[in-house]
């Protein structure tokens, strides 16, 4: 049965890394309106040995993804957190953010 949250934790994780590396190209292009095949070949991703996955896009790297945590809070709570970098200035924010996501079993 846990199985299933933690499947449905990484699928949420995913999910959020995919958000913050779309926001990063429409950063690179100016728009936001762009295809899968226009950008496709063009995004580029470089793992550390200590576990930092870097993301550059037309050869400028964007974004870094430091090394997750998934931690059991109790026998109902598991909380995920993704630590990262921008290494562009977005309009909005410019310092990293942090992504902490819980699941509550509910059987």
């Known amino acids: 049965m846990i199985s299933k949250y933690v499947e449905q934790l990484a699928e949420n994780t995913a999910a959020w890394k995919d958000q913050r590396i779309r926001e990063a190209i429409n950063y690179k292009l100016g728009r936001s309106d762009w295809t899968l095949a226009e950008v496709r070949g063009r995004g580029v991703f470089n793992k550390t040995p200590d576990g930092i996955v870097t993301f550059a896009f037309d050869g400028e790297p964007l974004i870094e ?3 997750g ?3 059991t809070l109790d026998a109902y709570t598991v909380k995920s957190t993704q630590n990262f970098k921008l290494l562009y200035k977005p309009k909005e924010e ?5 992504n902490q ?3 509550r079993r509910t059987d």
């Open 65 to 67: 993804f430091h090394p």
């Open 69 to 71: 945590d998934i931690v």
């Open 94 to 98: 410019s310092h990293a953010r942090n």
């Open 101 to 103: 996501e819980s699941l």
